[in-house]
């Protein structure tokens, strides 16, 4: 990702003063946004914020919370989640049993994005979770610098229910997983989170396969070459950007466990980059992504597939047939199908 200049006078200590690489949660609506603004909070939030911070050290009791007197300050939790600690902070407006339901959902979705990867992607993290009036998760946003950092707006009114329903902040989670890359490779990064944050929900039991899989049979084929297509890089529109990255990335999770063996595909290799340093603290090329991702298996597969959606005018991908060979038909799953085996194994 493209960075903007850093803002004048922005210090380590105060995180939130610059425009910074980001990637919007923002998958379902093609009318939303593609990108969320990274837009600076008031420097009165950072200083509240820090002030808690500082009072935390200061109490010397860290992994404990700190709660404000009442709800008009931010409260500040520090929770341990597998492989990392997460800040998670609250800004005013939630109250405390809110707070309670929001942790929890914090716990589960990062205890499935560090399932799926097999620890949580980044040693620490902040999270920001900021109120709004009504019901719903509204938009997320991830942030790399100047350490890895999430912002989540919530509705004060959302249900537990609806908290585990949803898959923003588990989307947001999974950028964590991957090295910041160029503003012409958003798509990976974005098609990779599309595609993730199901698969890491789907194996914590957090939504089931069929739903899965039923959705992406519906969703996908937004990220088809439309009519004059330049190739995944040169063509940043949203469907290509969510969508065509996610289309991208289940072709190579199939064309990685025919080649090799069912058990090893996508997951087997973003696991290989996360091990070789590959987060999302560090900026690399996507030729290094993908291809320390094919070493990690003994293939060339990610890096053929890159060049072959990376044509101009690269003919459609024969989605139909696709969902046909991995039995999936619409929200049915049918285990008679060629590929039934590898779909179990990507996600069943
Ligand atoms: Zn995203």
């Known amino acids: 990702m493209k960075h903007a200049a850093a803002a004048q006078g922005n210090t380590p200590a105060e995180p939130r003063g610059a425009a910074q690489a980001s990637h919007c949660g923002h998958v379902e609506l093609p009318s939303a946004p593609v990108m969320k603004p990274a837009t600076p909070l008031t420097p009165a939030v950072g200083l509240r914020r820090r002030t808690c911070c500082v009072a935390l050290l200061a109490a010397g009791v860290p992994g404990r919370a700190v709660?404000?007197?009442d709800d008009t300050q931010p409260v500040i939790e520090m929770l341990p989640v597998p492989g990392a600690t997460l800040e998670v902070q609250f800004e005013p407006g939630f109250d405390a049993a809110q707070r309670g339901r929001l942790l929890d959902w914090v716990r589960l979705e990062a205890a499935a994005v560090a399932g799926w990867f097999g620890r949580f992607p980044v040693p620490a993290a902040e999270l920001l979770l900021l109120p709004v009036a009504g019901e719903g998760v509204r938009s997320g946003v991830s942030f790399g610098e100047p350490s890895p950092w999430l912002r989540v707006t919530v509705g004060r009114d959302t249900s537990?229910?609806?908290?585990?329903?949803?898959?923003?902040?588990?989307?947001?989670?999974v950028h964590l997983a991957v090295p910041q890359l160029p503003r012409a490779q958003r798509w990976l990064h974005e098609g990779i989170a599309t595609y993730v944050e199901s698969l890491a929900r789907g194996a914590a039991g957090l939504v089931t396969p069929a739903r899965v899989w039923g959705q992406w049979s519906r969703a996908m084929a937004q990220g088809q070459p439309a009519a004059g297509d330049q190739g995944l890089d040169r063509t940043p529109t949203w469907g290509r950007t969510y969508w065509g990255g996610a289309l991208f990335c289940l072709l190579a999770d199939v064309r990685?466990?025919?080649?090799?063996?069912?058990?090893?595909?996508?997951?087997?290799?973003?696991?290989?980059?996360?091990?070789?340093?590959?987060?999302?603290?560090?900026?690399?090329?996507?030729?290094?992504?993908?291809a320390t991702a094919d070493a990690t298996l003994g293939q060339t597969t990610l890096m053929e597939l890159y060049r072959q959606m990376n044509e101009p005018a690269a003919p459609p991908i024969e989605l139909d047939a696709l969902w046909r060979q991995l039995g999936v038909d619409g929200d049915t799953l049918r285990d008679d199908a060629p590929l039934a085996a590898l779909r179990r194994a990507i996600l069943g």
């Open 67 to 69: 709660r404000a007197a």
């Open 160 to 173: 537990a229910a609806q908290l585990r329903d949803d898959w923003v902040l588990a989307h947001e989670m």
């Open 256 to 290: 990685l466990r025919q080649r090799g063996t069912l058990q090893r595909g996508l997951q087997q290799a973003l696991q290989g980059v996360l091990a070789g340093g590959g987060d999302y603290r560090v900026a690399w090329p996507a030729t290094r992504v993908l």
